[in-house]
């Protein structure tokens, strides 16, 4: 069974880095961001614009979630990072973690979500993984990220 959280804690930040890590497709530096956005949060508080969610079995971080409303715009928010634990992907976690953050984006106003990820070969189960859940394509940047790179820009109505 899920359990929800959505305070950040000091030890989420080795969390995020080990859950981020270990998917094998982010590099250290994004890594490092996905773990600074947590250190923002906590400094800041309710202050910063991220929001966190963190799925929980038996008290343990099994994936989490990073969003917020996209500044200067009406309702539409920018899902930044979903990371399930590597030993327990493939059973419906991200889904269920998309799925409640998308029910507190709705809570909150929220009409749309983005959510951006690379075109790169590895990513093939990310892209996958936004196009089962109702996230439509709207866009594609050849050589974004770096040449033969994409990034690829995906949109769902909530």
Not at 84 to 110: A, C, F, H
């Amino acid at each position: 069974m899920i359990t929800w959280r959505q305070v950040v804690q000091e030890s989420d930040k080795a969390i995020i880095f080990r859950l981020t890590r270990d998917t094998g497709v982010f590099s250290d530096e994004e890594v490092n961001i996905a773990v600074e956005l947590a250190d923002e949060k906590l400094l800041e508080g309710d202050v910063c614009s991220y929001q966190f969610l963190f799925a929980e079995q038996d008290r343990q971080v099994v994936g989490y979630s990073c969003f917020g409303l996209i500044p200067f715009t009406d309702r539409r928010f920018d899902l930044y990072w979903i990371a399930v634990d590597k030993k327990l992907q493939k059973q419906g976690i991200g889904k269920k973690i998309l799925q409640r953050s998308e029910e507190i984006m709705l809570s909150q106003g929220g009409e749309q979500v983005y959510a951006e990820t690379s075109g790169r070969d590895d990513y093939i189960a990310t892209r996958h993984f936004y196009q089962r859940n109702q996230y439509i394509q709207m866009a594609e940047l050849p050589n974004y990220y770096r040449h033969g790179d994409s990034k690829i820009i995906y949109c769902k109505e909530l």
